[in-house]
């Protein structure tokens, strides 16, 4: 995919301050520091469009960037956060939820868990809610640099396992640092997209 424009076009709280131009949108759920903004960073080709930070937690609105004029990627809040007050973890996930069951344009959840650990009971519980809606969803497993490809590989089959996931389910892995995976998950998000 040749980026040739992407923006921070709108920052939401409510359906009301989403976008109304109609594009495909793609989301990006994932608890706090699986690497949402650097993998949304890496696909764009920018090393600052969405926020990065070393502390869990930072995004707390909804972020739409828009690429080439054609589609919205989604930054949705991280779940999973424990320093978080309980009455914000509510808030974001009523946000999260409101967004996810309401949105017509959009078209993929792309669901990031970290290559190196097990999927968490909240990623669990994020996987079997999309499934549950019949959402269009792909996992995409970050920070692949961090492990050899052994265990990488080893690690994805466990991936699958501890999600439950079936043959037809589309589980990527990813790095930011490399941009290894990048051209396979813009074919993805092309393909679910309908975009050239």
Same mark, same amino acid.
């Given at each position: 995919?040749?980026?040739?424009?992407?923006?921070?076009?709108?920052?939401?709280?409510?359906?009301?301050?989403?976008?109304?131009?109609?594009?495909?949108?793609?989301?990006?759920?994932?608890?706090?520091?699986?690497?949402?903004?650097?993998? =949304?960073?890496?696909?764009?080709?920018?090393?600052?469009?969405?926020?990065?930070?070393?502390?869990? $937690?930072?995004?707390?609105?909804?972020?739409?960037? $828009?690429?080439?004029?054609?589609?919205?990627?989604?930054?949705?809040?991280?779940?999973?956060?424990?320093?978080?007050?309980?009455?914000?973890?509510?808030?974001?996930?009523?946000? =999260?939820?409101?967004?996810?069951?309401?949105?017509?344009?959009?078209?993929?959840?792309?669901? *990031?868990? %970290?290559?190196?650990?097990?999927?968490?009971?909240?990623?669990?519980?994020?996987? %079997?809610?999309?499934?549950?809606? $019949?959402?269009?969803?792909?996992?995409?497993?970050?920070?692949?640099?961090?492990?050899?490809?052994?265990?990488?590989?080893?690690?994805?089959?466990?991936?699958?396992?501890?999600?439950?996931?079936?043959?037809?389910?589309?589980? *990527?892995?990813?790095?930011?640092?490399?941009?290894? $995976?990048?051209?396979?998950?813009?074919?993805?998000?092309? %393909?679910?997209?309908?975009?050239?």
């Amino acid at each position: 995919m040749i980026i040739k424009k992407s923006d921070i076009y709108a920052t939401a709280v409510s359906p009301s301050q989403y976008p109304e131009t109609g594009l495909p949108e793609v989301a990006f759920a994932g608890r706090s520091n699986v690497g949402k903004s650097s993998l =949304i960073n890496s696909l764009v080709n920018r090393k600052s469009l969405a926020r990065t930070s070393s502390t869990p $937690g930072k995004t707390r609105v909804i972020n739409f960037f $828009g690429v080439n004029d054609a589609l919205y990627l989604v930054d949705l809040p991280g779940y999973g956060y424990a320093k978080v007050a309980k009455d914000e973890k509510a808030k974001w996930g009523g946000m =999260i939820e409101a967004y996810l069951n309401s949105r017509e344009q959009l078209k993929l959840v792309i669901l *990031l868990v %970290d290559v190196r650990h097990e999927p968490t009971k909240d990623d669990k519980l994020m996987f %079997d809610w999309m499934k549950a809606t $019949g959402s269009q969803m792909v996992v995409v497993a970050t920070k692949a640099d961090k492990l050899t490809r052994n265990h990488r590989n080893k690690s994805l089959v466990q991936i699958r396992k501890s999600l439950q996931m079936s043959s037809s389910d589309i589980l *990527l892995h990813f790095s930011s640092q490399t941009k290894e $995976g990048r051209d396979e998950l813009w074919e993805v998000i092309k %393909d679910y997209s309908n975009i050239e």
